[in-house]
């Protein structure tokens, strides 16, 4: 069981930055991989910025450029450095793991809201 808590969501003007935080219950060092997804009213779920325990990283071709997924293994905290905010960045943003093992399990925090006034 892994639990996530996100925090550093705010309100935010265009051009701004923001810097995510995910702190988890236990070690990060064995999960198969951490990140970001977000969410806005009437629509799915979408990828951010994924890190693999080989630390390669995956981004939304929307996000390259701007934001970085980056981790901490001794604080056990996942973070997300958003920078050149934009009004369509806002969301709910929600940390992700992914357990490793032969059976993979999904875990979620609870999201944080992210406002981009432009």
Not at 36 to 41: G, N, S
Not at 42 to 64: C, F, I, P, W
Not at 79 to 91: I, P
């Amino acid at each position: 069981q892994v639990q996530l808590v996100e925090s550093g969501g705010g309100l935010v003007q265009a051009g701004g930055s923001l810097r995510l935080s995910c702190a988890a219950s236990g070690s990060i060092v064995s999960l198969y991989a951490v990140g970001w997804y977000r969410q806005t009213p009437g629509k799915q779920r979408e990828l951010v910025a994924r890190m693999h325990s080989s630390g390669s990283t995956n981004y939304a071709d929307s996000v390259k450029g701007r934001f970085t997924i980056s981790r901490d293994n001794g604080q056990n905290t996942v973070y997300l450095q958003m920078n050149s905010l934009k009004s369509e960045d806002t969301a709910v943003y929600y940390c992700w793991a992914l357990t490793g093992g032969y059976i993979k399990y999904d875990y979620w925090g609870q999201g944080t809201q992210v406002t981009v006034s432009s």
